[in-house]
């Protein structure tokens, strides 16, 4: 179980961090534990969100204030203490001073052999070429076995990560705003309920101790409750009414709920529709509407037709007059001419 020792009046909890470091300091601890049981205890943060600004801007993209990069937003889930620099950005993967002494210590034996062989004067015979080969082997082995354990602990990382994220940029923002929406409402609803519950007045700080006493009680938190926003919340939505100066009353209950349903209303534009027959009342109603549009085009385009043919018509009946009065002219000069007595020579 967790051994946590917390001050009341703060509000906060400290809970103590069990390692194996912690409980065996010493080679004595660890010989006597070698053959026990023990409990580890690692404080873990729920959820964590991290914001930084790179260096540099990203290739393509604008420069922020004073040349900086982009502003990046994360968040991470269940990240225990020890594992809270993995999250951090530019994390490398360095080699534990153990190993790294190890390989030096190889490496200097190699060389120091070697040196001592060219200096002593020693025959190069098929026992030192072996101790040197050996020495040089275990080098490069030892230097390969760490290369590929930093390999892994990047791949473990990764993976740490991936399965730990939550959200980032715009999503951690809108995760963000609900949870502080969700936060005020639930102030809101708990401030009301507490005033409501009284049935009196009460000043600010009586509302303070009896929403952090119930929450005490009932869930067992203990909360530092924002009081002055939350009245501050009531009384804009009219929910709340201050009297004398310092006490604040909460309104009935039925007319609490009117006004937000008033408001709500005022919102958003709600119409029932009726369900599927006023649905398909509505589509019977938009295919009437169609066809009477399709027969006023319809009578509209005749009647346009009409009144092209009516003046077709008597643009025709003109033309044929105007052709009849040029052959009556035409007889009656061809009659004046064969009646005239031509002279010759």
């Not at 939350?230 to 009935?252: D, F, N």
């Amino acid at each position: 179980g967790e051994e946590a020792a917390g001050g009341s009046e703060s509000g906060t909890t400290a809970v103590e961090r069990r390692t194996l470091r912690r409980l065996m300091s010493t080679p004595l601890s660890v010989v006597c534990h070698l053959f026990s049981t023990m409990e580890l205890q690692e404080p873990t943060f729920k959820e964590v969100v991290l914001m930084y600004r790179m260096a540099a801007p990203l290739e393509g993209n604008r420069a922020g204030p004073g040349g900086a990069g982009p502003l990046i937003l994360k968040s991470f889930h269940d990240i225990p203490m020890a594992d809270l620099e993995m999250i951090f950005p530019e994390v490398r993967i360095t080699v534990k001073f153990q190993d790294m002494l190890v390989n030096v210590s190889l490496v200097l034996v190699a060389l120091s052999a070697f040196v001592w062989t060219l200096m002593s004067g020693v025959q190069w015979s098929v026992e030192v070429i072996t101790l040197i080969s050996v020495l040089v082997g275990k080098v490069a082995q030892s230097a390969a076995g760490l290369m590929a354990a930093q390999t892994r602990y990047t791949g473990m990382m990764a993976r740490a990560l991936q399965a730990k994220s939550a959200n980032s940029q715009v999503g951690l923002l809108m995760h963000l705003m609900e949870s502080m929406e969700d936060q005020e409402c639930k102030e809101m609803i708990l401030a009301y309920c507490v005033l409501s519950g009284r049935g009196k007045s009460m000043t600010l700080r009586e509302m303070d101790a009896a929403c952090e006493g119930l929450l005490r009680d009932r869930f067992e938190l203990s909360v530092d409750f924002d009081v002055e926003s939350a009245v501050a919340k009531l009384m804009c939505e009219g929910l709340v009414e201050q009297r004398a100066g310092v006490l604040y009353a909460a309104i009935p209950l039925r007319q609490a709920l009117k006004r937000l349903d008033t408001k709500w209303d005022n919102i958003f534009s709600y119409r029932d529709d009726g369900g599927d027959a006023a649905a398909a009342a509505v589509v019977v109603e938009a295919e009437a509407a169609r066809a009477v549009r399709y027969q006023t085009v319809e009578a509209t385009l005749q009647q346009s037709l009409a009144a092209t043919d009516a003046e077709r018509a008597q643009v025709v009946h003109r033309l044929r007059e105007q052709q009849e009065d040029i052959a009556h002219r035409i007889d009656t000069l061809e009659g004046a001419m064969m009646g005239y007595k031509w002279r010759t020579g």
